[in-house]
């Protein structure tokens, strides 16, 4: 929960009355009203992702277009090439790519994903951080962009196994589309952006739809006997199963990319000798870290037993020792595991996969294993 989550200054989705109607246990979350989950509870959400499909309310996301002024796409590339490490010239039209803003330090201020709709670009970022995002765009891409963002449109995501073919129902040309597929397409009879993607490591799709057609939608996705609606709960536990990064806990203004461990979302033609290397914010640190390595990097962890070990542990390198070597940033009980797991960063010298370092649990020192990520294996549709 933020500071500024009073109940009276809660913000509301589209969907809240739907999730409402629902029996969805509202709670604050980036400055919304948000369910963390159902009657059917976090377990049986979480489950129901993994075996069927799931239907997660993100309409709390910000959504933005960037166009050039020129009114080639390929300067608005280039544009955001200055604010993310990334290869946005190739994203070709109709695809998605993840991305960082990053600062000049080589932190990271979001993450965020990337489309490339023929004429503009399109731009899902992240609930806490959608002012400073618009802010920061503005700042550094109004001399040559149009920056708009999208408050009438809503965002859900369809994760599951069944996602496809239940959304089939609804767009035909759904199956068809590939792992980071993007672009406009008719659901329901809808002007949607669909996407092929999402946050859980399944199969799935994330639907951008007109606020005052999101509830219609969202409730004919919920028809179906393979659908149900799933919270903020279930989709902590997906995440962190699928080793993706939460933002503001597993990376934030502190973590370059490197040490986060997404060296793989930046291309070779941005690295050091490729055709359009660096000159994004933080450049210097980021290629440097790239070339010569970073003093620490993101882990998986497994521990041993069937207590949790959550967020901001301490982490050491033995059983005595009085001084951390690095902490948790997420964690919890993965219940397609069946097992605790955590997230969090290491020196990278003590960082290697099966070592054994201790997480200090209630006075207590708790083995757990650096593990390799993902911890339950993704499914999408390449």
């Not at 609606?229 to 203004?253: K, V």
Request: hydrophobic share 40%; aromatic share 6%.
């Amino acid at each position: 929960m933020l500071a500024t989550d009073k109940p009276s200054t809660l913000k509301q989705t589209p969907l809240h009355a739907l999730h409402v109607a629902r029996g969805g246990k509202m709670v604050p979350f980036a400055g919304y009203d948000m369910p963390v989950q159902y009657a059917t509870g976090v377990l049986k959400e979480h489950l129901h992702t993994r075996a069927a499909a799931g239907v997660f309310d993100v309409s709390h996301m910000g959504q933005l277009t960037l166009r050039a002024k020129s009114g080639k796409v390929e300067d608005a590339a280039l544009a955001l090439e200055k604010l993310v490490p990334m290869d946005i010239l190739a994203l070709a039209p109709g695809r998605q790519r993840y991305a960082q803003f990053t600062n000049e330090a080589g932190g990271i201020l979001d993450d965020l994903m990337v489309a490339n709709f023929g004429d503009h670009l399109f731009l899902v970022v992240n609930a806490a951080c959608k002012d400073e995002d618009e802010a920061h765009l503005r700042a550094h891409l109004t001399d040559t962009c149009i920056i708009e963002t999208l408050p009438d449109r809503a965002l859900i995501a369809l994760q599951g196994p069944k996602a496809a073919d239940v959304l089939a129902k609804f767009c035909p040309e759904a199956p068809a589309m590939k792992f980071m597929d993007a672009g406009p397409h008719q659901v329901n009879g809808i002007a949607c952006f669909v996407s092929r993607s999402g946050y859980t490591g399944e199969d799935g799709y994330e639907i951008s739809i007109p606020n005052d057609q999101a509830e219609a939608l969202t409730s004919a996705l919920l028809d179906d006997p393979d659908v149900l609606p799933i919270g903020l709960g279930a989709r902590d536990s997906l995440r962190l199963e699928a080793g993706l990064c939460l933002y503001g806990h597993d990376i934030d203004t502190t973590t370059t990319p490197v040490e986060g461990g997404l060296n793989w979302s930046i291309q070779k033609s941005r690295r050091t000798g490729g055709a359009r290397a660096g000159g994004f914010l933080g450049s210097d640190r980021i290629l440097g870290q790239l070339d010569g390595g970073a003093p620490r990097k993101r882990i998986g962890l497994l521990p041993e037993g069937r207590a949790p070990v959550r967020e901001g542990v301490l982490l050491f390198a033995d059983a005595t020792s009085t001084e951390s070597i690095g902490s948790v940033t997420s964690g919890g009980f993965g219940p397609s595991l069946g097992a605790p797991i955590a997230m969090g960063y290491l020196p990278s010298a003590q960082a290697a996969d099966g070592t054994t370092v201790y997480a200090e649990l209630r006075g207590q020192r708790m083995p757990m294993k650096v593990s390799p990520m993902p911890f339950v294996p993704h499914s999408y549709k390449r």
